[in-house]
Protein backbone atom coordinates (compact mmCIF):
# COMPACT_ATOMS: atom_id res chain seq x y z
CA UNK A 1 0.00 0.00 0.00
CA UNK A 2 1.18 3.22 -1.29
CA UNK A 3 2.17 5.50 1.80
CA UNK A 4 3.81 8.58 2.64
CA UNK A 5 4.55 10.27 5.78
CA UNK A 6 5.85 14.41 5.87
CA UNK A 7 8.36 15.42 9.06
CA UNK A 8 10.48 18.18 9.64
CA UNK A 9 8.03 20.83 10.75
CA UNK A 10 7.89 23.40 13.02
CA UNK A 11 8.50 26.88 14.41
CA UNK A 12 11.48 29.13 12.85
CA UNK A 13 11.77 32.92 12.89
CA UNK A 14 11.47 34.73 9.81
CA UNK A 15 14.47 34.84 7.14
CA UNK A 16 15.46 30.96 8.85
CA UNK A 17 15.26 27.76 7.07
CA UNK A 18 13.78 24.05 7.74
CA UNK A 19 13.66 20.86 6.00
CA UNK A 20 11.07 18.58 5.41
CA UNK A 21 11.30 15.13 4.64
CA UNK A 22 8.72 12.49 2.95
CA UNK A 23 9.03 9.39 3.60
CA UNK A 24 7.66 7.33 1.30
CA UNK A 25 6.83 3.33 1.26
CA UNK A 26 4.81 0.55 -0.44
CA UNK A 27 6.16 1.82 -4.27
CA UNK A 28 9.16 2.35 -6.34
CA UNK A 29 9.90 5.84 -5.50
CA UNK A 30 12.83 6.37 -8.63
CA UNK A 31 8.71 5.84 -11.12
CA UNK A 32 6.54 8.20 -9.18
CA UNK A 33 6.64 11.88 -9.34
CA UNK A 34 6.02 13.26 -5.84
CA UNK A 35 4.75 17.32 -5.09
CA UNK A 36 4.53 19.57 -2.51
CA UNK A 37 1.69 21.01 -1.35
CA UNK A 38 0.75 23.67 1.74
CA UNK A 39 -2.73 24.82 2.90
CA UNK A 40 -3.08 27.94 5.38
CA UNK A 41 -5.94 28.00 7.53
CA UNK A 42 -9.13 29.84 5.54
CA UNK A 43 -7.31 28.72 2.13
CA UNK A 44 -7.06 26.63 -0.52
CA UNK A 45 -4.12 23.73 -0.73
CA UNK A 46 -1.84 25.27 -3.23
CA UNK A 47 1.15 23.45 -5.09
CA UNK A 48 4.84 24.21 -3.57
CA UNK A 49 7.06 22.23 -5.78
CA UNK A 50 6.76 18.98 -7.48
CA UNK A 51 9.95 16.34 -8.61
CA UNK A 52 9.20 14.30 -11.57
CA UNK A 53 10.23 10.90 -11.60
CA UNK A 54 13.48 8.92 -13.15
CA UNK A 55 15.51 12.49 -12.48
CA UNK A 56 13.09 14.37 -14.30
CA UNK A 57 12.49 18.24 -14.17
CA UNK A 58 11.11 19.78 -10.95
CA UNK A 59 9.10 22.73 -10.64
CA UNK A 60 8.08 25.78 -8.19
CA UNK A 61 5.73 27.99 -7.46
CA UNK A 62 6.82 31.65 -7.99
CA UNK A 63 6.09 32.35 -4.53
CA UNK A 64 9.11 29.96 -3.38
CA UNK A 65 11.30 29.78 -6.31
CA UNK A 66 14.52 30.75 -5.61
CA UNK A 67 14.20 30.34 -1.73
CA UNK A 68 12.63 26.32 -1.79
CA UNK A 69 14.44 23.43 -3.13
CA UNK A 70 12.75 19.81 -3.61
CA UNK A 71 15.18 17.09 -3.47
CA UNK A 72 15.04 12.84 -3.80
CA UNK A 73 17.49 10.34 -2.18
CA UNK A 74 15.94 7.03 -4.08
CA UNK A 75 17.69 4.50 -2.35
CA UNK A 76 16.46 6.08 1.15
CA UNK A 77 12.87 6.38 -0.29
CA UNK A 78 12.76 9.98 0.58
CA UNK A 79 12.01 13.22 -0.82
CA UNK A 80 13.08 16.45 0.93
CA UNK A 81 11.81 20.25 0.49
CA UNK A 82 14.29 22.87 2.01
CA UNK A 83 12.98 25.78 2.80
CA UNK A 84 15.09 29.13 3.10
CA UNK A 85 14.24 32.92 3.79
CA UNK A 86 11.02 31.85 4.93
CA UNK A 87 8.23 34.16 5.75
CA UNK A 88 5.42 34.51 7.73
CA UNK A 89 3.21 33.70 4.33
CA UNK A 90 5.32 30.34 4.10
CA UNK A 91 2.87 29.28 7.33
CA UNK A 92 0.73 26.36 6.60
CA UNK A 93 0.60 22.81 6.94
CA UNK A 94 2.98 21.29 4.15
CA UNK A 95 1.66 18.03 2.43
CA UNK A 96 3.34 15.63 0.32
CA UNK A 97 1.76 13.55 -2.19
CA UNK A 98 1.49 10.97 -5.17
CA UNK A 99 -0.30 11.47 -8.06
CA UNK A 100 -2.66 9.77 -10.41
CA UNK A 101 -1.08 7.06 -11.78
CA UNK A 102 -2.67 8.92 -15.31
CA UNK A 103 -0.57 11.83 -14.36
CA UNK A 104 2.61 9.99 -14.83
CA UNK A 105 2.96 10.25 -18.48
CA UNK A 106 3.81 13.88 -18.47
CA UNK A 107 6.05 15.87 -16.35
CA UNK A 108 5.05 16.50 -12.87
CA UNK A 109 2.48 19.20 -12.22
CA UNK A 110 0.86 21.61 -9.22
CA UNK A 111 -2.45 21.18 -9.34
CA UNK A 112 -3.90 19.25 -6.05
CA UNK A 113 -6.68 17.77 -8.08
CA UNK A 114 -3.46 15.79 -10.10
CA UNK A 115 -2.71 13.75 -6.91
CA UNK A 116 -3.84 10.58 -5.36
CA UNK A 117 -2.13 9.92 -2.54
CA UNK A 118 -1.49 12.46 0.22
CA UNK A 119 0.42 11.81 3.28
CA UNK A 120 -0.63 13.71 6.73
CA UNK A 121 0.95 17.03 6.74
CA UNK A 122 3.63 18.86 8.81
CA UNK A 123 3.04 22.06 10.96
CA UNK A 124 5.35 24.60 9.61
CA UNK A 125 4.97 28.05 11.61
CA UNK A 126 7.04 31.03 10.36
CA UNK A 127 7.23 33.90 13.59
CA UNK A 128 9.28 35.79 15.58
Known amino acids: QLQLVESGGGLVQPGGSLRLSCAAS????????IGWFRQAPGKEREGVSC????????NYADSVKGRFTISRDNAKKTVYLHMDSLEPEDTAVYYC?????????????????????WGQGTQVTVSS
Open 51 to 58: SSKRGGST
Open 97 to 117: AAPKVTSLFRICELKPSEYQY
Open 26 to 33: GFTLDYWH
